[in-house]
């Protein structure tokens, strides 16, 4: 079985916007969805940009979708050649995860196409497309290739004032509505076959159309060489793109090509999970590992990842909790200067924060929900459109998902334990942590010499329960985000002088004091029969069957959640909460309580968000449920492959690849299987080698030194690479 590549054969329409997610490539820089080269807007195309947003009047601010600089359409004798004519024909699409190349195969009859096209990991602007094309009748080919306007958007448009130019290389500049960014691209081609060449101005573009007379048995080649900047990356970007292109073309596509499958090699190199014993899971762990590593930031230091990766501009292409207990862990083992950018992204964004909190009331750093640029909040009042009444339902994510702060402090400390690498924190990192801390001490619910500190009305990560008090997952990384304030004098032991200066600039010297009183008396879980009740209350509300909450729902798109969704008067909830707090603290809960805990939640857990299956697989290895971490682990890897995952909240789409799972691919075969711990500073293996896998080979990077974890049925080891 194939292990490194995915292949669908047919013409699907109904599957345009999940294939779109399935052979997307991307570089960190850019995605380009998985759709033909001729798509048009219903086929769901897109080049989606990281970082740079826009918003159209009063609709949600999105990422940009740059031009499409990957157009090309193939006409024979003046007939347009388009996959809906295709009944008779064949066609197929593929992804080669190992060096992240989309590939399709039409034979649409008079000629037949092939394409291999991927955006370059060794060159972030630069995208490459070569188009291999059989020709099978005698007849006039004409190409149509360039650079167009006539975008996908989700709350669009945000190109405007465009203007073309036409040479060697075409090129487009266009500038965003909100902020006047300037956004690039341009493209030249390359071909080995004699043509006569025009210009052509159409669906908002600027276009070539390449003639030829050919000749049944021909075999042509047409390379295209695209590229893409914004003034963001400096000031010339359509000089900018014009030059990437040429200079590719310069260096040709053999040549791209190798430096680009090369940089692909490196990441393996560093990342690549082996499982043995099942070629369905290897697959699937390649597939979750391309998925992630494809969208990764490698071109900046200080850029997160979105929850749906670059697979389009759902979820406003803002960065979540996702990044840091979801994406985080596979980096900081891997690639830990990845690990870091996503974190520099935080500390650089704490303005952002510090006006959140101050915007509600309180003091320190209030994380955004759905952060933008600068850590602006995307997330709105309104996240969910009704599907009764089409009306806007309000939401409290924004307001209300507090544990965000401490998620963030949560994953720096964590960077520093696992790195040993102290920079982080001394530029940013330390203070951030303090600040989450110092809003967590105003955020409290009582006064904080109270015998228990409370937090009422808050969201933990099971988000159908809205406005809850004392959810434990929320409370505890409170409590740790604390702790790991007070940690930092520990931290900084050998620079006491520069961390008082800091105490003293934040001026944080009362507040300490509050938080050395207050991290041990933050309300206690409590607990009925071990089973520790996810909030106050929880026990109180209707206990009955998942299969019996979905028969209740009128729509299947309903959203399940609020003061009017069929789960909120219920027990059932949407993803691991209590378990994603046993999952992320494994030393607070011995395996007793793990196992009670998973056998309560997991039949009343929807899994409606894809973080879910990722917190109950690790602990059910941990409590040997290793068939069902197994399901748990399989689901999760293949999402991207099979398409999964949620579509719709009401009426709104939240389609794209998933990253959390992605993530949580690596951190069910690492953490879960091979049982990676850190403990009082050296990692230790608690290995659960599901039946299934004869071997588990897994590349990490621990403080500085490469090594390689290998579990067998006969034990585990850990040894320098
Ligand atoms: O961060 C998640 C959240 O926990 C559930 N809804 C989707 C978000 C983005 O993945």
Not at 327 to 340: D, H, L, R
Not at 493 to 506: P, V
């Amino acid at each position: 079985m194939e292990t490194w590549s995915l292949t669908k054969s047919g013409y699907d329409p109904s599957a345009f916007a999940a294939d779109g997610n399935r052979f997307l490539s991307a570089n960190g820089y850019m995605g380009v969805r998985g759709t033909v080269e001729e798509a048009d807007k219903t086929q769901f195309p897109a080049i989606t940009l990281a970082g740079v947003y826009d918003q159209y009047q009063d609709k949600w601010r999105e990422p940009v979708n740059a031009p499409n600089c990957l157009f090309a359409q193939l006409s024979m004798n003046g007939q347009a050649l388009t996959l809906s004519d295709l009944s008779k024909s064949e066609h197929s699409v593929s992804i080669d995860y190992r060096h992240g190349i989309y590939q399709r195969d039409t034979d649409f009859g008079p000629v037949r196409l092939k394409s291999q096209r991927f955006a370059s990991l060794d060159r972030c602007h630069l995208l490459l497309d070569r188009l291999s094309i059989e020709v099978k009748e005698d007849g006039e080919l004409e190409i149509l290739t360039g650079v167009f306007c006539d975008l996908w958007d989700i709350n669009g448009p945000h190109l405007f004032d465009q203007s073309f130019e036409q040479g060697k290389a075409i090129s487009c500049r266009a500038r965003t509505g909100e902020k006047g960014i300037v956004v690039a691209a341009a493209q030249c081609a390359k071909a080995d076959f004699e043509y006569a060449e025009r210009f052509v101005h159409i669906k908002d573009g600027l276009g070539r159309i390449l003639k030829s007379k050919v000749r049944k048995g021909d075999s042509l080649t047409l390379d295209i060489f695209a590229s893409v900047y914004t003034s963001l990356d400096g000031a010339e970007p359509v000089q900018a793109a014009k030059e990437e292109c040429l200079q590719a073309h310069a260096r040709g596509f053999e040549s791209c090509l190798k430096a680009h499958c090369d940089a692909w090699e490196s990441v393996w190199a560093r990342s690549e999970i082996k499982m043995e014993g099942d070629p369905a899971a290897q697959l699937a762990i390649h597939a979750s590992q391309y998925h992630l590593n494809c969208v990764a930031p490698r071109h900046a230091d200080n850029m997160s990842i979105p929850a749906r990766g670059l697979s389009g501009q759902t979820y406003k292409g803002a960065i979540f909790w996702d990044s840091e207990m979801f994406f985080f862990p596979m980096f900081v083992y891997t690639q830990p200067e990845i690990a870091k950018s996503l974190l520099r992204y935080r500390t650089e964004t704490l303005g952002g924060a510090l006006v959140k909190a101050r915007e509600y009331g309180y003091r320190g750093a209030y994380y955004a929900w759905e952060s933008q640029e600068g850590g602006k909040e995307g997330c709105t009042n309104f996240n969910v459109v009704d599907v009764f009444t089409h009306r806007p339902v309000r939401t409290y994510f924004r307001d209300k998902q507090i544990h965000i702060s401490g998620d963030i402090a949560y994953a720096l400390r964590s960077y520093y334990e696992i790195t040993g690498d102290r920079t982080l924190l001394e530029e940013g990192g330390a203070e951030v942590i303090l600040e989450c801390a110092r809003f967590y001490l105003s955020r409290a619910n009582c006064r904080l010499d109270a015998d228990e500190v409370d937090y009422d009305d808050v969201i933990g990560p099971d988000e159908y329960h809205e406005r809850v008090s004392n959810n434990a997952f929320t409370n505890q990384m409170i409590r740790y985000c604390m702790e790991s304030a007070l940690k930092l004098r520990d931290i900084f032991n050998d620079r006491l002088e520069w961390f008082d200066a800091l105490l003293e600039r934040l001026r944080f010297m009362e507040d300490w004091r509050l938080l050395e009183k207050t991290c041990k008396r933050i309300r206690q879980m409590r607990r009925r029969e071990g089973v520790i009740e996810q909030f106050d209350g929880y026990f109180d509300l209707e206990d009955c069957s998942l299969a019996d909450v979905r028969a209740r729902l009128v729509d299947p798109r309903e959203y399940w959640g609020g003061d009017h969704g069929v789960a909120g008067t219920t027990q059932i909830i949407k993803q691991a909460d209590v378990i994603a707090m046993m999952a992320l603290f494994p030393e607070s809960f011995d395996d007793g309580e793990v196992a009670k805990n998973w056998a309560y939640y997991e039949p009343r857990t929807e899994h409606g968000s894809s973080l879910s299956a990722c917190m109950y697989a690790l602990t059910a290895c941990r409590v040997g449920r290793l068939d069902e971490a197994w399901e748990l682990f399989m689901r999760t890897a293949t999402i991207d492959i099979e398409g999964g995952g949620k579509e719709w909240a009401g009426e709104i789409y939240i389609g794209g690849t998933h990253p959390a799972s992605n993530g949580g691919a690596w951190m069910i075969a690492a953490l879960g299987f091979a049982g990676l711990r850190l403990q009082n500073g050296r990692l230790e293996l608690h290995p659960h080698l599901p039946r299934q896998l004869t071997r588990l080979v897994i590349p990490i990077s621990f403080r500085g030194q490469k090594q390689i974890i290998e579990v067998s049925p006969d034990g585990a080891v850990i040894r320098n690479a």
